[in-house]
């Protein structure tokens, strides 16, 4: 599914910008940034194995869910210059791809279930 090789994409370029992260920010907005966005993925694959499109339409809205708790994180790290206004904004145009994706997808399924 290209949503969750997107995800996983976006996974890794989040780790890349945590590890410029200052040290105390290690168990706060690190943490919690590096828990939602591991969601993502993790919650759509979840979701692919449900058998019920209500359950699929469940974990996708999740996984939406946590991408939005990602793009809030990230402009905090922004607004604390932990992030680039540039860096920001590339993972923003990531963010806002598999975002439309997780839509579609999340229509698609509603349509099954009708």
């Known amino acids: 599914m290209l949503v969750w090789q997107k995800s996983r ?6 780790y890349s910008v945590l590890e410029s992260f200052p040290q105390a920010e290690r168990f ?9 966005v591991i ?17 699929q339409i469940r974990f996708i809205e999740i996984a939406y869910g946590s991408l939005m708790e990602v793009f809030c994180q990230l402009q905090l790290a922004e607004d604390l210059g932990y992030v680039s206004r540039e860096r920001f904004e590339d993972l923003g145009a990531l963010i806002q791809e598999i975002a439309r994706m ?13």
Do not use: T
């Not at 994409?9 to 989040?14: I, Q």
């Not at 997780?102 to 009708?114: A, C, F, H, W």
């Open 9 to 14: 994409e976006l996974v890794k370029r989040v």
């Open 28 to 36: 706060s907005l690190a943490d919690q940034l590096r828990r939602a």
């Open 102 to 114: 997780l839509s579609g997808l999340r229509r698609n399924k509603q349509s099954i279930q009708s």
């Open 39 to 55: 969601s993502v993925p993790s919650n759509i694959a979840e979701g692919s194995a449900k058998e019920s499109p209500k359950d």
